[in-house]
């Protein structure tokens, strides 16, 4: 039995159809948003998302049914139990306390396109390893934001105070400025008052080199080196299973056996030397 259900969900007709049956969830998803439609097939429409359900079901069974007589190996993987409680709340009576929570555990079917998409898992794996050093990075441009919001105050408060009347009204502004929206009208706003083309060409520029230019791109280089790790990780996992499977060794394990041999081809040797003398 257990080779018969990794034989199914290894095989790639198996795993397209399981892609495509989370893509056709979606769409159905959507489809059920539409009052009209609702109306029309409203009885059709969740008899199909029951039959989605219970693909669903017979694929989570399959796939425990792989793990054969240690199933709880299957619930080791973050993925697979992200796909377990997806299907569970799935299952949930439907009750007037439970709709909620029903329709949010449908539009969460949708994210299981990452755990059938290796590349998406990549990406995924990327950002939360990316995460603590984001935070450095975030916490870098947070200190740039509270320095210039707090000049921003003093060189255009009076003049300006619906950008620059209080600090977080200049914090607000100085987020619309990092992403490069608008950012020109305010600079010319802020020339045309007392501080000066000279002070304010010189602070927003130097704000857009410093928060747009350096800091978000040091959070696009965590997030790529975040992404190497990732797919190494994921290469050697999938080495490591792919040796579980066939039973064959790595270069390192045929290095410690051949040295293991040695080390009892030297006890040996003593052992027939002592003898000898």
Aim: with cysteine; proline share 2%; charged share 15%.
């Amino acid at each position: 039995m257990q080779l018969f259900c990794q034989r199914i969900i290894e095989a790639k007709g198996f795993q397209r159809a399981i892609l495509g049956l989370i893509l056709f969830a979606a769409v159905l998803v959507g489809v059920e948003t539409s009052a009209t439609l609702m109306e029309r097939a409203g009885g059709l429409l969740h008899a199909i998302d029951r039959v989605v359900l219970a693909l669903f079901v017979g694929e989570l069974v399959l796939r425990i049914g792989a793990c054969g007589a240690r199933p709880w190996r299957f619930f080791r993987d973050g993925w697979n139990l992200f796909d377990f409680v997806v299907v569970a709340v799935c299952l949930l009576p439907v009750h007037a306390e439970f709709v909620a929570v029903l329709r949010l555990a449908r539009v969460l079917r949708v994210l299981r396109l990452i755990t059938a998409v290796p590349r998406l898992q990549i990406l995924v794996g990327a950002l939360l390893k990316s995460i603590p050093s984001m935070t450095y990075v975030a916490l870098l441009l947070s200190v740039l934001f509270y320095v210039y919001a707090v000049l921003g105050v003093s060189l255009f408060g009076r003049t300006d105070a619906e950008h620059f009347g209080t600090l977080g009204a200049a914090a607000l502004t100085l987020f619309q400025v990092v992403t490069l929206e608008g950012w020109a009208d305010i600079m010319r706003t802020q020339i045309a008052g007392p501080a000066g083309a000279a002070a304010s060409i010189t602070y927003f520029v130097s704000f857009i080199l410093l928060g747009t230019m350096i800091t978000l791109n040091l959070l696009i280089g965590v997030i790529v080196n975040g992404m190497d790790e990732a797919r190494q990780e994921m290469d050697n996992d999938t080495r490591e299973r792919h040796l579980s499977a066939t039973g064959a060794t790595t270069l390192s394990d045929d290095i410690a056996t051949l040295r293991r041999q040695a080390a009892e081809l030297e006890e040996a040797l003593a052992a027939v030397q002592r003898r000898l003398k």
